[in-house]
């Protein structure tokens, strides 16, 4: 049994169907879940200082087969190969760029034609592109995916209640379901379950715009702090905040005011706000996700902890997730939720 449907519940469940492992996967649809505003870019350098992203090399090959694996699977298209612009705020972020390059070019080209984009956008201290990036149509896919559990019986569409769950010494019960484990794919709910709680959990409120645009061209990513991406026809995602103290989840006036800001800064074409919105991340404090089995409740599981990763990671540790209950391999220790087993059974 998978609680959640965002990007780690629909790909433990694409890789427990492949194994022909049975399931049924409980969901509430959240139109503000994190997964499904997700801008969808996987980019392999990260930072202000540009550093090349936790396990890249891996991940983003392993990513574009698995979208493209499940693109064929549901007859649709889900990943597309594209290129981000950073433009630099600052003589520090110019700087950071030339020195990395020059310490690591990797995935890192100079602009060279410094008035390349200039049509459309304003920016004082040139550009350097980051090559290649991966683009996930997010929405698209769960959607479709959504709509293949629902139609092979596979989806439980309602509020998970963990007061209903019972654990026996063989199996676990909820409602008329019986299942030998139970997976927890479902974001910052987790924070407040009773068996995860005591995770390392880093909650943190991220906001963004849908911009319609209609004459900026769709095949880049456009950075300057924040970033345009592609997101439907003439319709940019701009994005994204990072508050890691927030009161509630709500969109909120000084986001979109900087947003708009931003906009009538760096934009020359018009534009109009169609849509304003916030979720709540579920990263971690040290950055890497929540893998693998409860040391003291075997037959739970979680999924979880992807923070702004999720395009990449999720792939990648649900596939090992489901090596793990089939035997068949194991979860990489980083990223195993057994490297807090004495958090995890302490019994206060």
Not at 39 to 50: E, F, Q
Not at 166 to 173: A, H, N, V
Not at 239 to 244: T, V
Not at 336 to 348: A, G, Q, S, Y
Request: glycine share 6%; net charge neutral; aromatic share 14%.
């Amino acid at each position: 049994m998978i609680v959640g449907q965002g990007l780690a519940g629909t790909w433990l469940s694409y890789w427990l169907h492949k194994a022909g492992v049975s399931f049924k996967l409980i969901d509430q649809v959240n139109p503000d879940g994190a997964s499904l505003r997700a801008a969808g870019l996987i980019n392999p350098v990260t930072g202000r200082r540009l550093v090349t992203t936790w396990m890249i090399d891996e991940l983003m090959p392993f990513a574009k087969n698995a979208y493209q694996e499940i693109g064929d699977f549901l007859k649709e298209n889900f990943i597309y190969e594209i290129s981000l612009i950073d433009f630099f705020p600052t003589v520090q972020m110019l700087q950071a760029f030339q020195k990395r390059y020059e310490e690591d070019p990797a995935y890192l080209y100079p602009g060279e034609d410094r008035e390349k984009y200039a049509e459309w956008l304003r920016y004082d201290l040139g550009w350097g592109a980051i090559h290649p990036c991966q683009l996930v149509k997010v929405e698209k896919l769960l959607m479709n995916w959504r709509i293949w559990l629902r139609e092979n019986n596979y989806l439980v569409e309602s509020f998970f209640d963990l007061f209903k769950l019972k654990e026996t010494s063989k199996e676990l019960e909820y409602s008329d379901i019986r299942t030998s484990y139970i997976i927890f794919c479902d974001g910052k709910s987790s924070a407040q379950n009773p068996y995860f709680n005591k995770l390392p959990f880093a909650l943190n409120k991220g906001e963004a715009l849908l911009v319609e645009i209609k004459n900026l061209p769709d095949d880049k990513v456009y950075k300057k702090g924040m970033s345009l991406v592609p997101y439907r026809e003439n319709i940019f995602w701009l994005g994204s905040s990072y508050e890691w103290s927030f009161d509630n989840d709500y969109p909120s006036e000084k986001f979109r005011k900087y947003a708009e800001d931003w906009l009538n800064n760096n934009l020359k074409l018009p534009y109009s706000i169609l849509d304003h919105f916030a979720s709540i991340r579920p990263a971690t404090l040290e950055r890497r996700p929540f893998v693998g089995f409860h040391p003291l409740h075997s037959k739970m599981g979680m999924l979880n902890g992807l923070g702004t990763k999720g395009c990449s990671l999720a792939p990648f540790f649900g596939k090992q997730l489901v090596d793990k209950i089939k035997d068949d391999g194991n979860v990489n220790p980083l990223a195993d939720i057994n490297r807090f087993e004495r958090i995890l059974t302490r019994l206060t």
